[in-house]
């Protein structure tokens, strides 16, 4: 069992973040965010998939003003991704957003500054500063005495000053870099230091299968020591597929229970069916059950059962037939055809009569 980092803890929107609340999963929408349309039906695609808060892109006041609709169509809480432009924090706010991602030493002027915190407060709005290894301040990059993940830790502790100063406290953190072992290394720095939540992702990680492992490992890692309040996967992929990633790590370390748990084995010569078409057919037809089921796909009726003895149901290949098994319990044999039948039918018997 993982006893996480104790953070303070507060809403993003309905969604509670720090002090133990569950690790939520979040992404970021590819559309113009001004496409009204468009970005509420990407959002609606990414709550399907679990995903509890997504963030925005706003480049311009028209995207600032967009968030009005945004927010009143979609069913989870939306953060303002704002670079420099102090106004256009205001008007999200005043558009309804319910977090903002800002560095608040990168919007200028102070009095600017204190604009955008000021009414943050009042409206109980928390800020997510964002240190990103490719946009670190010039004099930490000509700084030769601090390692990069030193450097990202700096950047966000003189943001993280910028806002305390000011009496605000509603903050989240998350320090990115593309290098795994640089984003483990300051993530774990900054974990020391201060009591806010952390958000976790390795950016710029590329396409899906090397940046499923990157994530894998950079958030996995941090997560398996209790670090971690919030997680996005960044690909360059379909977000959605980033939503379903981030499940698979929580529920990789029991952190989180969500949807279907698949197991299949990683065949041997003793494997008598064609698994690998069997486990990804399996998939499909059980990738929509939300409620937490372990669906095991094994290559033999000899290991099969007792290998996945955990799982709630599964399949043991056999030569033109197979096994369906619950928890290691053998309950029919049934010709191969027929299997993929048998077994939904066995699943939805457990999960409407229990
Ligand atoms: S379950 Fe059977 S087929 Fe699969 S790896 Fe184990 S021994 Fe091999």
Partial sequence: MIKQRKSIGFKIGSVEIGNNAPISVQSMCNTDTRDIKKTVRQIEELTDAGCEIIRLAVLDNDAAFAIKDIVKQVKIPVIADIHFDYKLAIQAINSGVQALRLNPGNIGKRENVEAVVKLAKQQKIPIRIGVNAGSLEKKLVDNNELSLSEKLVESALSHIKILEDLDFGLIKVSLKSSDVLTTIDAYRLIAEKIPYPL?????????????????????????????????????????????????????????????????????????????????????????????PITIAVMGCAVNGPGEAREADFGIAGGIGEGLIFKKGQIIAKVKEEKLLDRLETEIKNHLFNS
């Fill in 199 to 291: 958000h976790l992702g390795v950016t710029e990680t590329g396409t899906l299968k090397g940046g499923l492992v990157k994530s894998a490992v950079g958030i996995g890692t941090l997560l398996a020591e209790g670090i971690g309040d919030t997680i996005r996967v960044s690909l360059t992929e379909d977000p959605v597929e980033e939503v379903l990633a981030g499940y698979e790590i929580l529920k990789s370390l029991n952190l989180r229970k969500h949807g279907v748990n698949f197991i299949s084995c990683p065949t041997c010569g003793r494997t008598q069916i064609d698994l690998i078409s069997l486990a990804k057919q399996v998939e499909e037809r059980f990738k929509n059950i939300d409620k």
